[in-house]
């Protein structure tokens, strides 16, 4: 069955660099992965989209890009802040249009 | 506009107790979703729902949980009797037509620790 792998360890950067989230499926490539942000106590906040037949889509400081040879979604935030801290999620559309989240990878942003 | 609007916030009860979660999704919104976040994991589904109409409830404890959507507005998701492993945040989420592409718009969850 297909699954959906993020680090579970947590990513610490230092504040101005980029960030960027890992995320692999296992197996068909979905039609869509979603990338949503979640800070403690909140539900998640949706973030980005991208289609199986996009390589890359961005918004702002943020940028997504999605790789069917590789299995992968990366997820970059460029000039991090520490308002960027949080943890986010990367999420497949399956049967049933069903989404199904990754476990989330917690990023720190250090001044 | 107003956003997925959750209640009660947090809940403390005791194994082999009963309780009730409330969620009112954005005006419009067709599809609505429940899931369960425990510490450290990212969101289960456990039902989705199109209008008053079940489309997905295949990882949904029905011996001990129930939901329903009256109206196809307002959803209420149900434990009878909770387990300790029931500890967790129950999130809710709607979306504008459920179609593959819609982002989903989650409330801020209860949080219900069974003792």
């Known amino acids: 069955s297909q699954k959906i792998e993020q680090n579970s360890e947590a990513l610490n950067i230092q504040e101005g660099k980029t960030a960027t989230l890992t995320c692999n499926y296992t197996?068909?490539?979905?039609?869509?992965l979603q990338w949503y942000r979640q800070d403690p106590g909140r539900g998640p906040v949706f973030l980005l989209l991208?289609?199986?037949?996009?390589k890359e889509k961005r918004k702002e400081r943020l940028k997504v890009t999605f790789d069917t040879t590789l299995k992968q979604s990366l997820f970059h935030i460029t000039a991090s802040q520490p308002a960027d801290s949080a943890t986010y999620l990367c999420?497949?559309?399956?049967?049933?249009?069903?989404?199904?989240f990754g476990t989330g990878t917690q990023l720190k942003v250090e001044l | 506009e107003a956003g997925v609007a959750q209640s009660p916030r947090y809940k403390i009860i005791e194994k082999r107790q009963s309780v009730a979660f409330w969620c009112n999704p954005i005006?419009?919104?067709?599809?609505l979703y429940w899931y369960q976040q425990i510490l450290g994991q990212g969101p289960k589904l456990l039902i989705q729902?199109?209008?008053?109409?079940?489309?997905?409830d295949s990882q949904l404890p029905k011996d001990r949980f129930s939901a329903e959507r009256l109206k196809g507005v307002d959803s209420t998701l149900k434990i009878q009797p909770a387990k300790l492993e029931d500890s967790a945040v129950y999130l809710c989420?709607?979306?504008?037509?459920?179609?593959?592409?819609?982002?989903?718009?989650f409330g801020n969850g209860t949080r219900l620790t069974v003792t």
């Open positions: 999420a497949y559309t399956g049967g049933g249009n069903k989404l199904t």
């Open positions: 197996n068909y490539s979905p039609a869509y």
């Open positions: 729902f199109q209008n008053n109409g079940v489309v997905d």
């Open positions: 989420a709607s979306s504008f037509n459920g179609d593959s592409g819609s982002p989903l718009h």
């Open positions: 991208i289609r199986e037949n996009e």
């Open positions: 005006s419009g919104h067709a599809t």
